[in-house]
């Protein structure tokens, strides 16, 4: 470990014993007892998203868009709307729509992941999704996770992702002595073992050497289902447990039976459970025949290099590439539809 970082760890630790926090110290021993209790990292795989760095604001990057899809594409085309969207209803200046639509251009035909828009920096970002486990599987929420004000199980369920707007940078005061071992911890890692490719793993450890830095992203929570063949991600990502709950409650009770085509025994063993599960209020398992589904704490790291955040890898793979998403805009803001 460097000084450095010794240091760091050192006056986190005299700043919590100095604030005597009761609810920091909570949360605190929450997460020793987690790292005991799940001590080992499941990596679930590559997320990417937006971040915008803006010279008239600051040489922060931000989370424009969640970092959260599977390609980098998709990253791209989230861009491609943003800056699409922004020429149509943000400006009335035909100089300012002309080259937000140059850049829309470029990202319709070129899977480019950066560019520069009148001073702004747009860029897809690559980050790292994983999960603690231990003997009985993947972490489900603590009992300091944060949970919404409205827990409520009917009407709209619009939960805000936590990742737009925040501040991606490895220097930011990271809450908690446990957190800021983590992102040391993490400082090393790299995908191995047979189960990835070659290319995948080269790109892995060169990552450790040119974005050495980490910055973790909101912890996220969703549903994780336990087979035969062990766990795997049945939702998205959402900000807060109970969210992820209601999540699963709609799931089980609306769009599975309809998407996976249920039969009547089986809608009616997913309502069963799925009613019982609501009842407890803040269960985080729920069992349907030989099926487990547990909430489950997700954590995402974002590595950082002397440039900023690290964008895809060659590596990274994409089962599509860039296309036309919208109108042919003029710079009056005149749409085409014939196009």
């Known amino acids: 470990m460097g000084d450095d970082w010794k240091q760091r760890l050192n006056q986190l630790h005299a700043g919590l014993v100095q604030r005597d926090d009761p609810a920091e110290l909570v949360t605190e021993a929450d997460a020793v007892d987690a790292s005991y209790r799940y001590p ?26 969640p970092i959260v899809d599977g390609m980098p594409q998709q990253a791209r ?42 001073g702004v920096r747009y860029r897809v970002v690559r980050g790292d999704e994983f999960a603690r486990t231990g003997a009985d599987g993947l972490e489900p929420p603590r009992p300091t996770d944060p ?21 991606l940078d490895p220097a930011l005061d990271t809450p908690g002595l446990m957190t800021s071992a983590l992102k040391l911890g993490l400082r090393d890692f790299a995908y191995s073992g047979a189960r990835f490719p070659a290319d995948v793993r080269a790109d892995s450890e060169r990552a450790v050497t040119t974005h050495p830095d980490i910055a973790l992203l909101p912890v996220g929570f969703g549903v994780a289902e336990r087979g035969e ?11 807060t447990p ?76 994409d089962s599509y590439g860039p296309m036309k998403m919208h109108p042919t805009m003029d710079e009056d803001g005149t749409l085409h539809y014939d196009d």
């Open 40 to 65: 080992h990292l499941a990596v679930r795989g590559p997320v990417f998203g937006v971040a915008v760095q803006d010279a008239s604001a600051g040489p922060e990057w931000r989370v424009l868009k």
């Open 77 to 118: 085309d989230a861009l491609n709307s943003t800056l699409w969207f922004r020429a149509k209803d943000d400006t009335d200046d035909p100089a300012v729509r002309r080259d937000l639509l140059a850049a829309v251009a470029v990202l319709e035909r070129e899977p480019v992941d950066e560019l520069e828009v009148r």
């Open 147 to 167: 949970e919404p004000a409205d827990r409520s199980w009917t009407g709209r369920h619009d939960a805000p992702s936590k990742d737009v707007g925040f501040t």
């Open 229 to 239: 063949k062990g766990w795997r991600p049945r939702s998205a990502l959402m900000p």
């Open 242 to 317: 109970h969210d992820a709950r209601r999540m699963l409650y709609d799931a089980m009770t609306e769009s599975w039976p309809m998407f996976h085509g249920f039969d009547e025994e089986e809608k009616a063993a997913h309502a069963r459970a799925a009613e019982e599960f609501k009842a407890t209020a803040h269960a985080n398992e729920v069992r349907v025949g030989e099926t487990l589904y547990r909430i489950c704490r997700t954590e995402r790291l974002v590595r950082f290099g002397p440039d900023g955040p690290e964008p895809p890898r060659p590596s990274d793979v």
